[in-house]
């Protein structure tokens, strides 16, 4: 018997999904291996490359790369008008005092200022009441 792999095939879907959640259930985040009942098994650069098709036996790409900081900085020019100082971040994360100044000294007088008072302080809901 030949299975018809057409993506529109309900079958299809329904072995899809448990393959799926099946590896989703044995990942182990801590070791980026899936934990089998043979062993684990690592996915590897191979792997990618074989199921995306992409080659792997000339010069990489590369873009422009920029430090975590000035990612961060961009970023906050971008959303608030202004950049936190080195001092006011750790690694990727913004310190809350830094946003509770910015929220707590921000003049709403126009558009701006008030869409970015909403982000700061959605920034802070989201820090403080989901993550605790």
């Known amino acids: 018997m030949e ?22 259930e044995r990942w182990h985040p801590d070791t980026h291996t899936f934990h089998l009942p043979i062993g684990e098994c690592a996915v590897t650069l191979e792997d990618v490359a074989i199921i995306l098709g992409l080659p792997t036996d000339s010069l990489p790409v590369t ?3 920029m430090s975590i900081f000035e990612v961060l900085e961009a970023e906050c020019l971008h959303q608030f008008g202004v950049a936190p100082h080195k001092s006011n971040c ?4 913004i310190k809350l005092t830094w946003l509770r ?27 403080t009441i989901v993550w605790g």
């Open 101 to 127: 100044d910015l929220k707590e000294n921000l003049q709403l007088n126009d558009e701006n200022s008030i869409q970015r008072y909403v982000k700061c302080h959605i920034m802070l809901l989201i820090e």
């Open 3 to 24: 299975l018809d792999w057409d993506m529109e095939n309900t079958e299809f879907k329904n072995v899809h999904k448990a393959l799926v959640n099946a590896l989703i």
């Open 90 to 93: 750790r690694g990727s994360c």
């Open 63 to 65: 873009g422009m790369t």
